[in-house]
């Protein structure tokens, strides 16, 4: 059985418009874990519009919502 060969031995063996494609999605997949472990979602936005809570209804919204959609 041949040896593993390396990650720079394969990419190695590119046409260099495919290494700069390499690079490329190398560097998305970085970019997509430190975003993925990075921040979180804040919801600190929760509950600020309860006193407002007996005059609106979620479904009342949610008709306000499309209405403004097809406008």
């Avoid at 990650?7 to 494609?21: F, V």
């Avoid at 809570?53 to 406008?71: D, N």
């Amino acid at each position: 059985m041949v040896g593993k060969k390396t990650l720079e031995e394969l990419i190695e063996r590119l046409p260099s418009d495919c290494q700069a494609e390499v690079q490329d999605f190398i560097e998305f997949l970085i970019d997509k874990h430190e975003r993925k472990s990075g921040n979180r979602l804040l919801q600190n936005w929760a509950g600020a519009l309860k006193e407002h809570r007996q005059h609106y209804s979620s479904v009342a919204l949610q008709h306000q919502a499309a209405q403004w959609r097809i406008q």
